[in-house]
C-alpha cells in the first residue's frame, strides 16, 4: 500500500478546511410584483433562491421592501423564512389625493443564509406605479423659497470632494448579488446596510454611492438628514463596513 506523506495530509485539510469555509451554496434573487387599481398601489418584495441550493441547506431566508412616495419612504414590511426557497413580504398604499403625481415604487434587500453560514444578498428595484394628480392645483399665494440641500453642497460643506469620486446610480446596484462575479458585487453589501439599517419611514432613496478606487471608501448621502455615511472595506469578510457617520 502506497503510503501517504505527511505534506501530503497537510495540503489535503487545508484545502478542505477552504472548501468548507469559503465556498457559498447558492445565490439569491431579488424579484417584485406591482399592480395599481384606482389610487391604490399594490407592491410585493421576493427573495428566491437562484443559485441551485436546496432548500435544507438555507438556514434562512430573508426579504425586506421599503416603499416610496415621490422619493420618500411610506411604507416598511419584511419577512423571514426557513428552510425554503422563497419568501415574500406585500405592502399595500393608498395613494392620497394630491395636486401633484405620484409615483410609488419599492427597493428590495434579499439575503439567504446557507447552512455553512455563508450568506448571499441582493438588492432590487420595483417597477414605478404612476398616479394622475386628483385635485385641481390653485395658484399659490405665499412663496415657498425652501430647498433642501442637494448632495453636492452637504458633501461641500463637510469637505468631501464628491465631484472626484466614482458616482453610481442606485439601479445599476440592482440585481446583482454579493456572491455575483461582478465588479460593483462587493459594492452591493454597503448600500445593503444603509438600506437594512439607516433609511427609516420618511426618509428619501438614495441616488447612489459615490467610490473612492484608490483608498477603497464609500459614501451614501442622506440628503433629508443632512447625513454622509462613510463605509470602508474590510477584506477579511469581503465586504463594505460603515466606518462613520459625518
Do not use: W
Request: net charge neutral.
Amino acid at each position: 500500500m502506497k503510503k501517504t506523506s505527511r505534506l501530503g495530509i497537510i495540503v489535503f485539510i487545508i484545502m478542505l478546511f477552504t472548501s468548507t469555509v469559503f465556498a457559498a451554496y447558492g445565490e439569491v434573487g431579488a424579484y417584485y410584483k406591482a399592480s395599481k387599481k384606482l389610487r391604490t398601489a399594490s407592491l410585493t418584495g421576493i427573495s428566491r433562491e437562484v443559485g441551485g441550493a436546496a432548500s435544507s441547506k438555507i438556514t434562512n431566508i430573508y426579504v425586506r421592501m421599503m416603499v416610496y412616495s415621490n422619493g420618500n419612504v411610506v411604507g416598511d414590511v419584511d419577512k423571514t423564512a426557513h428552510n425554503t426557497t422563497k419568501v415574500q413580504k406585500k405592502f399595500t398604499y393608498q395613494v392620497p389625493d394630491s395636486t401633484n403625481p405620484t409615483t410609488v415604487y419599492g427597493n428590495i434587500l434579499a439575503r439567504t443564509r446557507y447552512s455553512d453560514d455563508s450568506t448571499s444578498e441582493a438588492i432590487g428595484e420595483t417597477k414605478k406605479l404612476n398616479f394622475d394628480a386628483s385635485i385641481t392645483k390653485l395658484p399659490s399665494l405665499v412663496a415657498d423659497d425652501s430647498e433642501a440641500k442637494n448632495e453636492t453642497q452637504i458633501a461641500n460643506s463637510k469637505n468631501i470632494a464628491i465631484n472626484s469620486l466614482n458616482f453610481i446610480p442606485f439601479s445599476d446596484l440592482c440585481n446583482i448579488a454579493t456572491t455575483d462575479v461582478n465588479p460593483y458585487a462587493t459594492y452591493v453589501s454597503a448600500l445593503f446596510n444603509y438600506l437594512e439599517f439607516y433609511i427609516v419611514k420618511g426618509d428619501t432613496e438614495p441616488s447612489g454611492i459615490y467610490v473612492d478606487t484608490d483608498t477603497q471608501e464609500i459614501y451614501i448621502i442622506k440628503t433629508n438628514s443632512n447625513l454622509i455615511y462613510k463605509y470602508i472595506f474590510n477584506s477579511s469578510d469581503n465586504k463594505y463596513v460603515l466606518d462613520t457617520i459625518i
